[in-house]
């Protein structure tokens, strides 16, 4: 069963940058299609952005386009988001998941953007 663990959330100043990184385990990491999601106070977890299984394909959430960037490294098992200017509306716990025949969930990272 594959296991994911998030590292990389902080508090940062609006405009900052920050990379989340899920690390992976359990399983080939290149056998799953992977996303980020994320969950503000009071809302409804939303999906950030996702990337296929050999990395080729990407998509994004229109909030984050030109800003967020997906990548994932096969040989280290670890997926990647590289976070540019950085908005307060992006404060959120961010979520890593896996998904081939089923859904495989990280425990989140917080995000804090706020001067």
């Known amino acids: 069963q594959l296991q994911l663990v998030e590292s990389g959330g902080g508090l940062v100043q609006p405009g900052g940058s920050l990379r989340l990184s899920c690390a992976t385990s359990?399983?080939?990491?290149?056998?799953?299609?992977t996303g980020w999601f994320r969950q503000a106070p009071g809302k409804e977890r939303e999906a950030v952005a996702c990337i296929s299984s050999s990395g080729r394909s990407t998509n994004y959430a229109d909030s984050v386009k030109g800003r967020f960037t997906i990548s994932r490294d096969n040989a280290k098992n670890t997926v990647y988001l590289q976070m540019n200017s950085l908005k307060p509306e992006d404060t959120a716990v961010y979520y890593c998941n896996a998904y081939q025949f089923a859904v495989y969930w990280g425990q989140g990272t917080q995000v804090t953007v706020s001067s």
């Open positions: 359990g399983s080939t990491l290149e056998d799953y299609a």
